[in-house]
C-alpha cells in the first residue's frame, strides 16, 4: 500500500493511493502519523493486518484525483538518522575530497557501520519543496537513499525516497564538520509516499536513478542498485537500535552510491529527481541559503 499526505478541500489529508485515486480516510485531519501509529498497533503490528485496516476504512473515505502539486512530507516530525558509506562509490568519493585520509575505508569494513542522527524532525522537506545549499559551502549534492521507516523496536514498516544532501566541502576539510555537513535547514527530503514493506518483496534489490536537472537540461544523471549495498537493513537495524531509544516510527537512510564528478556542484534552481523502484518519484527544487 502507497500511502501519502496531501492537501485536499479538507485540509491536509493521509491515505492510500488505488487507481489514481487518493483516499482521505483521516477527513482532512492532519493526523496522519497518528493514524498510521493506531492502525500499526490495532493490527498487533503486523503490516499486512494494517493495511486491511486502512483499506476498510478507505472504502467509506472520500476521495480525490492524485495530483503530485498537493503532496506534503508522508510523514511530519519523524527523527531521521542516516547510515554512511554503505556503498563503494561513497566511501572512494569521501576519501578523495578528505583530508583525513584513511578514514572512510576503516569504516566501510568495520564491523560496526556508520550512523548519524540527520533531523530531528524540523529540517526535513517533502515533494516539491524547496531542498537548500548552505549559505558557506561551495560544494554540494544531492545524496539518493533508500530509507526504511521502522517502529521502535527497529522493525521495518515501510519505505521511501530519502534525499541526504550533503556538503562535500566541509566534511571533506574535517570529518568532526559531519554534523554541520549533514544538518541544516532543508538538507533532506524524503516521499513522495511510504510504501509498506509487504509491497516490496527485497529491498536489498531495488533499482535507484537520480537525475539534476539545470535550465530544464540534465545536467547530472546516475543510477545504482541496492543489491550493491555492503551492509544489510538489517544490520543497520541491529545497530539503530542497540541501547537506543527510537520513536514509534523513525526513519533510516541508509546512504548513497550516486555521486556526480567531484567539479559538479548544486546550485539554486537546480531540480533534483530521485525515482526508486516500487516506491516512487522524489523531485525538489533547490535554494541557496542566504548568508
Ligand atoms: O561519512 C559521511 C556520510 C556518508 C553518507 O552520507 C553516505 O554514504 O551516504
Ligand atoms: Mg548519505
Same mark, same amino acid.
Given at each position: 500500500?502507497?500511502?501519502?499526505?496531501?492537501?485536499?478541500?479538507?485540509?491536509?489529508?493521509f491515505?492510500?493511493?488505488?487507481?489514481?485515486?487518493?483516499?482521505?480516510?483521516?477527513?482532512?485531519?492532519?493526523?496522519?502519523?497518528?493514524?498510521?501509529?493506531?492502525?500499526?498497533?490495532?493490527?498487533?503490528?503486523?503490516?499486512?493486518?494494517?493495511?486491511?485496516?486502512?483499506?476498510d476504512?478507505?472504502?467509506?473515505?472520500?476521495?480525490?484525483?492524485?495530483? +503530485?502539486?498537493?503532496? +506534503?512530507?508522508?510523514?511530519?516530525?519523524?527523527?531521521?538518522?542516516?547510515?554512511?558509506?554503505?556503498?563503494?562509490?561513497?566511501?572512494?568519493a569521501?576519501?578523495?575530497?578528505?583530508?583525513?585520509?584513511?578514514?572512510?575505508?576503516?569504516?566501510?569494513?568495520?564491523?560496526?557501520?556508520?550512523?548519524?542522527?540527520k533531523?530531528?524532525?524540523?529540517?526535513?522537506?517533502?515533494?516539491?519543496?524547496?531542498?537548500?545549499?548552505?549559505?558557506d559551502?561551495?560544494?554540494?549534492?544531492p545524496?539518493?537513499?533508500?530509507? #526504511?521507516?521502522?517502529?521502535?523496536?527497529?522493525?521495518? #514498516?515501510?519505505?521511501?525516497?530519502?534525499?541526504?544532501v550533503?556538503?562535500?566541502?566541509?566534511?571533506?576539510?574535517?570529518?568532526?564538520?559531519?554534523?554541520?555537513?549533514?544538518?541544516?535547514?532543508?538538507?533532506?527530503?524524503?516521499?513522495?509516499?511510504?510504501?509498506?514493506?509487504?509491497?516490496?518483496?527485497?529491498?536489498?534489490?531495488?533499482?535507484?536513478?537520480?537525475?539534476?536537472?539545470?535550465?530544464?537540461?540534465?545536467?547530472? +544523471?546516475?543510477?545504482?542498485?541496492?543489491?550493491?549495498?555492503?551492509?544489510?537493513?538489517?544490520?543497520?537495524?541491529?545497530?539503530?537500535?542497540?541501547?537506543?531509544?527510537?520513536?514509534?516510527?523513525?526513519?533510516?537512510?541508509?546512504?548513497t552510491?550516486?555521486?556526480?564528478?567531484?567539479?559538479?556542484?548544486?546550485?539554486?534552481?537546480?531540480? #533534483? +529527481?530521485?525515482?526508486?523502484?516500487?516506491?516512487?518519484?522524489?523531485?525538489?527544487?533547490?535554494?541557496?541559503?542566504?548568508q
Open positions: 500500500m502507497k500511502l501519502f499526505r496531501f492537501r485536499s478541500k479538507e485540509g491536509v489529508s491515505g492510500p493511493l488505488e487507481d489514481g485515486w487518493l483516499y482521505d480516510v483521516s477527513r482532512g485531519e492532519d493526523s496522519g502519523l497518528e493514524d498510521l501509529h493506531s492502525a500499526y498497533a490495532s493490527a498487533g503490528r503486523d503490516v499486512r493486518s494494517m493495511t486491511g485496516l486502512i483499506r476504512a478507505m472504502n467509506k473515505s472520500p476521495r480525490t484525483p492524485y495530483d +503530485e502539486g498537493a503532496l +506534503e512530507i508522508p510523514l511530519q516530525g519523524m527523527e531521521i538518522w542516516a547510515a554512511g558509506v554503505t556503498y563503494l562509490r561513497s566511501r572512494e569521501r576519501e578523495t575530497e578528505t583530508k583525513s585520509k584513511g578514514i572512510y575505508d576503516r569504516i566501510y569494513s568495520a564491523q560496526r557501520p556508520e550512523l548519524f542522527l533531523d530531528t524532525g524540523i529540517r526535513c522537506r517533502g515533494p516539491g519543496q524547496d531542498i537548500c545549499v548552505r549559505s559551502s561551495s560544494w554540494s549534492v545524496e539518493p537513499e533508500l530509507t #526504511v521507516v521502522f517502529d521502535e523496536e527497529a522493525n521495518a #514498516v515501510g519505505y521511501t525516497v530519502g534525499n541526504d550533503s556538503s562535500r566541502d566541509i566534511e571533506g576539510e574535517n570529518p568532526l564538520y559531519l554534523p554541520q555537513a549533514k544538518v541544516y535547514r532543508g538538507s533532506s527530503a524524503i516521499g513522495p509516499c511510504i510504501v509498506t514493506v509487504d509491497e516490496v518483496p527485497d529491498p536489498h534489490s531495488l533499482a535507484i536513478n537520480m537525475r539534476i536537472l539545470r535550465d530544464r537540461r540534465v545536467a547530472f +544523471e546516475g543510477a545504482v542498485n541496492t543489491s550493491q549495498m555492503k551492509r544489510s537493513i538489517n544490520e543497520l537495524a541491529g545497530f539503530l537500535r542497540r541501547d537506543n531509544e527510537l520513536r514509534r516510527f523513525t526513519l533510516l537512510m541508509t546512504g552510491s550516486i555521486v556526480p564528478p567531484d567539479e559538479f556542484t548544486l546550485e539554486a534552481g537546480d531540480v #533534483v +529527481e530521485i525515482e526508486i523502484e516500487n516506491i516512487g518519484l522524489l523531485r525538489n527544487p533547490v535554494v541557496k541559503l542566504p
